[in-house]
């Protein structure tokens, strides 16, 4: 019931920026969290950035100060603000909302994110 699509991924070079969108269909209720993850080639999936319901973010150590999350609760659409991006960031990084009292997630399909050295 719950469709998410990701956009804004794109090659940037070192240091530059990117802003990604993750637009969620369908019914939507009860959030508990929305987050982003990305995955590197041959890496687990890593946990990025999440905001509660609440709006409280929190972010990986690896992200913090260079990376924002936001959400825009009249679209239904989340975003995450990449500033100073390094290599160490190319990965695809995934929409991901968890949603009802059982915290069901549910997942985007990706948007690639290349940064060159």
């Known amino acids: 019931q719950v469709q998410l699509v990701e956009s804004g991924g794109g090659l940037v070079q070192n240091g530059g920026s990117l802003r990604l969108s993750c637009a969620a269909s369908?019914?939507?209720?009860?959030?508990?969290?929305i987050s982003w993850y990305r995955q590197a080639p041959g890496k687990q999936r890593e946990l990025v950035a999440t905001?509660?319901?609440?709006?409280?973010?929190n972010y990986a150590d690896s992200v913090k100060g260079r990376f924002t999350i936001s959400r825009d609760n009249a679209k239904d659409t989340v975003y995450l603000q990449m500033n100073s991006l390094k290599p160490e960031d190319t990965a695809v990084y995934y929409c991901?909302?968890?949603?009802?009292?059982?915290?069901?997630?549910?997942w985007g399909q990706g948007t690639q994110v290349t940064v060159s050295s």
């Open positions: 369908g019914t939507i209720f009860n959030i508990n969290t």
């Open positions: 991901n909302w968890r949603l009802g009292v059982y915290g069901r997630d549910n």
């Open positions: 905001i509660t319901y609440g709006g409280e973010p």
